[in-house]
């Protein structure tokens, strides 16, 4: 499961569980704090309106001294926010009286002249009408108001906002904890791996095995020091390689040298044929040093040389070169050149040659005796086709995805009696694919090998 779905299943869970503590938990609670709260306020404004309403008939009946009715008017609940109206019988206001509360409220900005329940933020929440007594026969009318403020005041509200605010803080903090331990956990154990890959070691495992993002980062990361340690090996056996290759014809150049030097050898057929020897072993080992050049180039990407090239004359040089070596080899040597004379392709001719050689210095080495090699160049569709047959020792089905891949070698031993260092290949792949094309292999094993290449060309 995916960490982006493991936290949604979260969510989704912590908000089940919150409504669930909602309802059975703390809906009856804060339902019977509402009801008290309303009740309070019930009994408050009662408790109000008859204060009022006893004060509006003392005032108008027994009471003449003004110190009495100030003393009356004391005793009313101005920390309240009432308005009291009286009525005539033909319900017209003849007198009104705003609470100390009220007139404050009205008296802040944007509140003032607002008087009625309609307008502005305040509402009425209660009203009051007593009858008068005849002769004084119409009503007088008490409104109850209240505002927002006076709302989030009230226990009830109060409590149902802390559990909103909670249940969010809640949640946050359990997602925050949950993707923490989500987060921290991989993340250590690629910090562990990494330190032992640091400290040399090249086996390691994985305690993680879940299938989110992080089981997929680690299944690539487990790849890539897999084939990091697939590279060390190849490089490993690759110095062994280049010490035995190298060490081979210097012990035989060494040896013809100092057999000649001594002397002993007069018959100058003999020191020529012995000269042939040395010559033959030099040129694989420069054969040997111009590959490794050449992958010492291509990995630093050094910049191609691009010419103009006939490519038929280019073909016909290569195979003017190799002719004689090959039939020397015991080899039968075929070309086909199916391209146009004014046919020419943009390209490191230097390069372009160095891919040439390789396919067909691997030709000879791995052909089987009195076998041949045939050299086809074919004019396509925007790129010219380059091949190299021959039917030499093939290729196993299991190897060939692994050709092209740097310092392996599919037969080491063979590798080895021949020279090479296992680069060759990929030299030629990235020369190729800088140069935009593609190269290929077929092959079967004791049947023999098909390397192709393109080179795109551009009609002018």
Not at 266 to 273: A, F, G, N, V
Not at 420 to 428: N, V
Request: neutral net charge; contains cysteine.
């Amino acid at each position: 499961m995916s960490l982006r779905n493991k936290l949604f299943l979260s969510f989704l869970g912590l908000l089940a569980l919150n409504i669930l503590l909602f309802k059975f938990v703390f809906q009856d609670i804060i339902i019977e704090q509402l009801k008290n709260d309303r009740h309070t306020q019930y009994q408050y404004e009662k408790e109000a309106a008859d204060k009022v309403r006893l004060n509006q008939l003392l005032r108008s009946s027994s009471f003449k001294d003004p110190i009495e009715r100030t003393e009356l008017d004391k005793q009313l609940p101005e920390d309240v926010m009432y308005r009291m109206v009286v009525k005539d019988a033909n319900g017209n206001t003849i007198h009104s009286k705003n609470s100390k509360a009220l007139d404050l409220k009205w008296t802040m900005p944007n509140q003032q002249n607002k008087l009625s329940s309609q307008q502005g933020d305040l509402k009425v929440v209660a009203e009051y009408h007593f009858q008068q007594e005849p002769p004084r026969e119409g009503e007088t009318v008490i409104y109850f108001y209240t505002d927002d403020y006076d709302i989030l005041a009230t226990k009830g509200v109060s409590m149902m906002l802390w559990f909103i605010y909670g249940s969010i803080l809640l949640v946050g903090l359990v997602l925050l904890a949950l993707y923490v331990r989500w987060i921290l956990r991989p993340v250590n154990e690629l910090s562990r791996v990494t330190q032992e890959i640091k400290e040399g070691k090249r086996l390691v495992s994985f305690t993680y095995r879940s299938h989110d993002e992080f089981g997929r980062l680690f299944r690539y990361f487990g790849d890539m020091v897999d084939e990091l340690r697939y590279s060390e090996e190849r490089q490993s056996e690759l110095i062994a390689a280049i010490a035995h290759d190298f060490r081979t014809p210097l012990t035989t150049i060494k040896g013809y040298a100092s057999y000649i030097g001594s002397g002993r050898v007069t018959d100058l057929t003999r020191i020529q044929r012995q000269m042939k020897k040395i010559e033959m072993k030099m040129r694989d080992l420069e054969h040997l040093l111009d590959e490794l050049q050449d992958y010492t180039q291509q990995s630093i990407e050094v910049r191609l040389n691009i010419s103009r090239i006939h490519v038929k004359n280019f073909m016909k040089g290569i195979i003017e070169d190799y002719l004689t070596r090959i039939q020397e080899a015991g080899l039968s040597f075929h070309w086909k050149l199916r391209v146009s004379n004014e046919l020419h392709i943009e390209a490191d001719e230097t390069k372009l040659r160095r891919v040439m050689e390789n396919l067909i210095n691997n030709a000879i080495h791995y052909n089987k005796p009195n076998g041949s090699i045939l050299i086809t160049c074919d004019q396509r569709e925007g790129h010219v086709l380059f091949s190299v047959i021959d039917k030499g020792e093939g290729i196993a089905q299991e190897d060939l995805p692994k050709v092209f891949t740097k310092f392996y070698r599919a037969e080491k031993s063979r590798n080895r009696n021949n020279g090479g260092t296992g680069l060759g290949l990929t030299i030629c792949q990235s020369i190729v694919r800088r140069h935009g094309g593609e190269i290929t292999v077929n092959s079967e094993l004791g049947i023999g090998s098909s390397f192709s290449f393109t080179i795109p060309f551009y009609n002018s």
